[in-house]
């Protein structure tokens, strides 16, 4: 059964950090394009991140620079490192899996498995 479970977002102050993390169970975390996407209210989900079978990455232009999508393979969990948090990074972020012929994409139609989500604030 796959399942993939978010963690780690809180309430931080603008210019601080956080570490997502997504404990993946069902299936092996490197064999499949895996991304970050967040929502905020009234706004439509967006793509934050992703990282492909072969540990190419891909990152929303908002986000460039100032956070990282990683993975444990022996862990099998994903990560977000997110640094120098902007009050514009609020949402809730979610952790998803991508299609088996995707290589890397940040459109969420092209995820199939989702978590439940993790609540980011960040105050100004």
């Known amino acids: 059964q796959v399942q993939l479970v978010e963690s780690g977002g809180g309430s931080v102050q603008a210019g601080e950090s956080l570490r997502l993390s997504c404990a993946v169970s069902g299936y092996s975390v490197s064999s499949y394009c895996m991304g970050w996407f967040r929502q905020a209210p009234g706004k439509e989900r967006e793509g934050v991140a992703a990282i492909g079978t072969t540990g190419r990455t891909t990152y929303a232009d908002s986000v460039k620079g100032r956070f990282t999508i990683s993975r444990d393979n022996a862990k099998n969990t994903l990560y977000l490192q997110m640094n120098s948090l902007k009050p514009e990074d609020t949402a809730m972020y979610y952790c998803?899996?991508?299609?088996?012929?995707?290589?890397?994409?940040?459109?969420?139609?092209?995820?199939?498995?989702w978590g439940q989500g993790t609540q980011v604030t960040v105050s100004s």
């Open positions: 998803a899996r991508a299609h088996s012929d995707v290589v890397l994409t940040l459109t969420p139609l092209w995820y199939d498995y």
